[in-house]
């Protein structure tokens, strides 16, 4: 069973960049596709971005050309670079498998605040 611990999130000013990171504890090399997600309060779960093994990502549209999504194999860890952040980027952000049948259950995520 894979368990991944994210981190980076914090509290960031409208325009400002984080780096998220997503380390699991067992080999992601074989997951097809892995991916960041996002919630806000009331509202479900969004796939921000994935990344398959190849290296194809898909982005949402409220964050393509703002966020880039990677993923080092061989230190079983995927990251999420945000640049110019908005205020309704704000959500605790989130990392799993992009394939249903492989997906594992939720981590705490970390908080991304942005606000002036």
């Known amino acids: 069973q894979v368990h991944v611990v994210e981190s980076g999130g914090g509290l960031v000013q409208p325009g400002g960049s984080l780096r998220l990171s997503c380390a699991a504890s067992?080999?992601?090399?074989?997951?097809?596709?892995m991916g960041w997600f996002r919630q806000t309060p009331g509202k479900q779960r969004e796939l921000v971005a994935s990344?398959?093994?190849?290296?194809?990502?898909n982005y949402a549209g409220s964050v393509k050309g703002r966020f880039t999504i990677s993923r080092d194999n061989a230190k079983n860890t995927v990251y999420l670079q945000m640049n110019s952040l908005k205020p309704e980027d704000t959500a605790v952000y989130y990392c799993?498998?992009?394939?249903?049948?492989?997906?594992?259950?939720w981590g705490q995520g970390t908080q991304v605040t942005v606000s002036s």
């Open positions: 990344i398959t093994t190849g290296g194809s990502t």
């Open positions: 799993n498998a992009d394939v249903r049948r492989l997906m594992f259950p």
């Open positions: 067992g080999s992601i090399s074989s997951i097809y596709a």
